[in-house]
């Protein structure tokens, strides 16, 4: 009960991101121009084809994982490439240098080791695209864990996707905007960490604002 | 005589509400508060009829709810100047050119007599298609933001009609485009927008049950048994044959009905021999049903897609594929080629299923008939994509991030 009444310094202050979408002038028909495309590609395109296609198929929970993978798995049909690219997990990254490093080194190991296939052409071409973040404050704040929850149960998908997951990349912190203010606000370190373990991939972004919601009611003794 | 249209019905922006929730409604009106004041003008060549128009006919109002000054202009012409844009419009989608060369005297004296009419005086100024695409050249007398949307397909476009519009597009601030696919090489900024449907639209709003039986009964579709949907045009890009040849594949397996429903054969010599065709290939098969709409029939389009089990779109070639959304947006498992816009919005496995060929777009169907769990989670997860990306929310969400943007820049 005491984490009811425990008041923040600093509030809670909810905000929302919009995002445009440039199209580049990148595209690739093959792995081999795949590889070539995420070395100079920019960061504001890893970005949307990584952490921004996550938000844009929240909905899916079923090994959808980013751009990348889905290309290669559908367009180009190599399960084997895709399953590697899938397995990447954006929470574990804090840059999107260490994301695109990881993601040059899986694709540069298959067209080494699959000269032949990386080279034949895709069914469909993958067009790079990056994303412009405008970020709008909600005007919506909390002081305590009740307005906290309050406030989160009331956001839509973009504000949570904001809070939750892209954060990282703001904070370059491992950790999301709601955990690290709960343990530096609050001194809810339990609770902070139990909500960064939420698997993103796995849920939807409805379903992990139940698992959270769930966690605040049983903090506040609900 | 400017035409602005102000006196269309629309839904209110908390109607959407239902379909999108109170907090996404609420966020649309954070991003507008910042712009509160300021003024756009769109600019296209129809009130009525065609893509742009009922887009327009649903976002304008939604902005101005959101105490935006948005003000939508139409450009005027005579018969000779709608020649010309329409074998303009001919000719970017690939065709070939044969207009004498006075046709682009013709298309800039039609635009400069619309540029001394209208008043461009917007913060943010954004002209609809090729038609009034010349009117940038107001910008030096008026300035503030203009935005080219470009809302067709410019891939593959004839090399003289796009080198002489190519000068005047790359003199905005931005082009926008429905697909990547779609875009050009240019030296501006190319921003990418979705097409939308509208969710409270006569083709897209939930239906009465009775409503969508009385609409099969009237065809003589037989509800009880699996109903295979096409709607498009009757045009050989949207491969009609390629249909019932998928559907009699199919139906060695399954007892299932093809529904093939569309217009443009009444007024298109081509949509007439392409009807006749598709009849032709369907033989004496009852339960192939080829509805042959008026224009004015988005309640019959919205039961039949209601109605089906599956919902085909094999084109051979395609825009975004505005039917496709319809039918995701229904719930309704979508097999679909892997051509135009389509597999934006059918997410191989995830969304819908893509295919290649006639063979394949028979085994998906096949597939999808002895999986009908699978079907529904297609369905679902398919509405919930429509629901993020491709409703006139989501379009006029994406307005108001440029407009944010472009405002940002001022300050720079």
Known sequence: MEAAVTQAKTPFQFATASYLVLIGNQECSNIVELQQGIETCSDASIFYHTFQSLERHHFITGGFSNDFAQWVFASCNRPSLAEQLVSLDIRDYVSLADLRGDLRRIVADYCQAHEREAAQPAFETFYFCETIEEIVPLGIEAWTLEEFRDGLKALAHASLQFHFITSRLRLHLHTNDFSNWLSKELGLDDLARKVDQIDVYTNTLDSARITILKLLDRELGQ | ?412
């Not at chain 2, 129809?46 to 006919?57: D, H, Q």
């Not at chain 2, 005579?78 to 000719?91: I, L, Y």
């Not at chain 2, 970017?92 to 013709?106: M, Q, V």
């Not at chain 2, 639209?201 to 009880?224: C, M, S, W």
């Open chain 2, 1 to 412: 005589m400017t035409q602005t249209t102000t006196d269309v019905h629309v839904s209110t922006l908390d109607d959407y509400a239902e379909v999108l929730g109170a907090a996404a409604i609420a966020e649309i009106r954070a991003l507008a508060k910042r712009l509160q004041g300021r003024t756009v003008l769109m600019v296209n060549s129809t009130p009525v009829g065609g893509g742009v128009a009922e887009m327009l006919n649903r976002a304008v109002p939604l902005m101005q709810e959101l105490e935006i000054g948005v003000r939508w202009d139409v450009i005027t012409g005579g018969d000779d100047f709608f020649a010309v844009t329409k074998a303009f419009h001919n000719a970017l989608h690939g065709g070939t050119f044969d207009l004498p060369e006075e046709s682009f005297a013709t298309f800039l004296a039609y635009n400069e007599q619309n540029r001394a009419r209208l008043h461009f005086d917007a913060d943010f100024t954004v002209i609809h298609d090729p038609q009034p695409v010349a009117l940038i050249e107001a910008r030096q007398n008026h300035g503030g933001h203009w935005i080219w949307r470009c809302h067709i397909d410019l891939s593959r476009p004839n090399r003289k009609v796009w080198e002489f519009l190519e000068p005047f597009v790359s003199r905005y601030d931005g082009a926008i485009f429905s697909s990547p696919e779609f875009s050009r090489q240019l030296p501006i900024p190319q921003y990418l927008f979705y097409p939308s449907i509208d969710p409270l639209a006569d083709k897209n709003r939930e239906l009465d049950p009775g409503v969508i039986t009385e609409v099969l009964q009237r065809f003589g579709i037989d509800a009880q048994r699996p109903i295979l949907t096409q709607i498009s045009r009757f045009d050989r890009l949207k491969d009609p044959l390629g249909v019932v040849r998928a559907y009699q594949i199919v139906k060695r397996y399954f007892d299932c009905q093809l529904v093939l429903a569309g217009g443009g054969a009444s007024d298109d010599p081509e949509g007439e021999a392409v009807l006749a065709e598709v009849r032709d290939a369907a033989g004496k098969d009852a339960d192939i049903h080829i509805l042959d709409l008026p224009p004015w029939s988005a309640t019959e389009i919205n039961a039949l897609q209601r109605a089906s089990t599956i919902i085909i779109q094999k084109s051979l070639r395609e825009g975004f594929g505005l039917t496709v959304t319809e039918g995701l947006w229904k719930k309704k498992p979508v097999v679909a080629s892997a051509v135009g816009g389509i597999p934006t919005q059918v997410i191989h496995k995830h969304t819908g299923l893509l295919v290649h060929s006639i063979e394949g777009t028979a085994y998906q169907i096949r597939f999808l008939l002895s999986n009908p769990a699978i079907a529904q989670r297609l369905g679902e997860q398919g509405h919930e994509h429509v629901r993020e990306h491709f409703l006139i929310t989501s379009s006029v969400r994406g307005a108001l991030t440029l407009f944010l943007h472009l405002s940002g820049k001022e300050s720079k």
